[in-house]
């Protein structure tokens, strides 16, 4: 038998690749809008489905595709500072779903289609106030900050479908210690049915 991967290992593997999917997938779907499209009012990101799979997964961690997400759209739109920290600090809200998880349970979260787009949906909906309050914060208007939730609104279905799929492949919107516990458990149980 080969070396094992330690816990440790495994989560900063699996964040690396969330994180590296998130930045890319950020920053591919807004150069393609910006260059195809870009009298467009409505965008779409894919940075709130990929945080709230991470908060499943690795709860607070979730923070790395997050930011990851942020850096790309602002690197992508060839954002000033200040949008810089609106997004970045507005993605950051996004972890306050972790409360949301925790009310409803993950179980529910991930065995109820319905709580499964109701904690995507609040995923981005905290990400787009945390943006929203920041523009506030840092003087922008109220116009600037009803923006945020209006030309991201397609992401809220864009979110939707990214979970939808997920929560059906196995192991992906589950807790990471405990899938590996039933992992290891199922390939015990194998081993056991051979012999």
């Known amino acids: ?64 595709p997050a930011l990851a997400g942020a850096f790309a759209l602002c690197i992508a739109m060839g954002a000033a500072p200040k949008q810089y920290l609106i997004y970045c600090i507005g993605n950051l809200f996004g972890m306050a779903a972790l409360a949301f998880l925790k009310l409803v349970t993950e179980k529910k979260v991930r065995g109820n289609v319905i709580w499964t787009m109701g904690f995507g949906a609040f995923t981005l909906l905290m990400m787009q106030t945390g943006r929203a309050v920041t523009a506030l914060i840092l003087g922008g208007t109220l116009r600037d900050g009803v ?29 990471q210690r405990e899938y590996l516990v039933r992992l290891h458990a199922q390939m015990e149980a194998e081993k056991e049915e051979i012999q």
Do not use: H, N
Request: hydrophobic letters at 55%.
């Open 147 to 175: 923006m945020f939730y209006a030309t991201d609104a397609l992401s809220y279905v864009f979110t939707a479908v990214i979970l939808w799929i997920a929560r059906r492949l196995d192991g992906i919107m589950e807790d």
């Open 1 to 64: 038998m080969g070396p094992r991967l330690r816990f440790e290992q495994y989560r900063g593997i699996d964040l690396f690749f969330f994180t590296v999917m998130t930045f890319f997938g950020e920053l591919l779907i807004t150069l393609a809008a910006s260059r195809w499209y870009p009298d467009q009012l409505y965008t779409v990101s894919v940075t709130a489905a990929l945080t709230a799979i991470c908060l499943v997964r690795w709860k607070g961690f979730a923070f790395l």
